[in-house]
T-cell receptor, first 112, second 114 residues
Framework: DQQVKQNSPSLSVQEGRISILNCDYTNSMFDYFLWYKKYPAEGPTFLISISSIKDKNEDGRFTVFLNKSAKHLSLHIVPSQPGDSAVYFCAARGGGADGLTFGKGTHLIIQP | GAGVSQSPSNKVTEKGKDVELRCDPISGHTALYWYRQSLGQGLEFLIYFQGNSAPDKSGLPSDRFSAERTGGSVSTLTIQRTQQEDSAVYLC????????????FGPGTRLTVT
């Protein structure tokens, strides 16, 4: 029973364009959402987060949007750069779990 | 400052052997977490420590798995009588406190059970 879902295993975007990564969740008790970025052979790196009481959080080129009624969040990267190529994990906190609940990840490929 | 470190980075072991994985969290972080990532899967939460105490061990996959933390710092995850399904990347993370949302991850230990 997957509570955090990233339905796109991979996404290819041209350099300079906007990358939009999507995440859906089922547990309405999650109170905080995070995005992590992972390069091969490295641990995930925290990118950006959003509280469940907000609908948008922006940090430089990265913006996370939360739609609580749809139980959906998205990460926007604009403009996309070659160094953004990585696997992006959506994670949620709360919902009765002690640790973070992660999606399976989306592999973002930025093409020159 | 130094980030979370884990050792070994890679471990190949024969089925039935015991393995010990080590995590050294960021200095001053009181909370420490263990996760596992199997091939093609997301990260699966295993256990967390607040100080030296692990309040809930129910996330450990089986009784062959155990973890401890001493001195509020280094933690070891031990897998006894390893099985092939234990093959995965084991990731450790730490945070300032359990209620701090951002967790900082180490590079992981890739365990292969042959």
């Amino acid at each position: 029973d997957q509570q955090v879902k990233q339905n796109s295993p991979s996404l290819s975007v041209q350099e300079g364009r906007i990358s939009i990564l999507n995440c859906d969740y089922t547990n309405s008790m999650f109170d905080y959402f995070l995005w992590y970025k992972k390069y091969p052979a490295e641990g995930p790196t925290f990118l950006i987060s959003i509280s469940s009481i907000k609908d948008k959080n922006e940090d430089g080129r990265f913006t996370v949007f939360l739609n609580k009624s749809a139980k959906h969040l998205s990460l926007h990267i604009v403009p996309s750069q070659p160094g953004d190529s990585a696997v992006y994990f959506c994670a949620a906190r709360g919902g009765g779990a002690d640790g973070l609940t992660f999606g399976k990840g989306t592999h973002l490929i930025i093409q020159p | 400052g130094a980030g979370v470190s884990q050792s070994p980075s890679n471990k190949v072991t024969e089925k039935g052997k015991d393995v010990e994985l080590r995590c050294d969290p960021i200095s001053g972080h009181t909370a420490l977490y263990w996760y596992r990532q199997s091939l093609g899967q997301g990260l699966e939460f295993l256990i967390y420590f607040q100080g030296n105490s692990a309040p809930d061990k129910s996330g450990l996959p089986s009784d062959r798995f155990s973890a401890e933390r001493t001195g509020g710092s280094v933690s070891t995850l031990t897998i006894q009588r390893t099985q092939q399904e234990d093959s995965a990347v084991y990731l450790c993370a730490s945070s300032l406190a359990v209620r701090t949302y951002e967790q900082y991850f180490g590079p992981g230990t890739r365990l292969t059970v042959t």
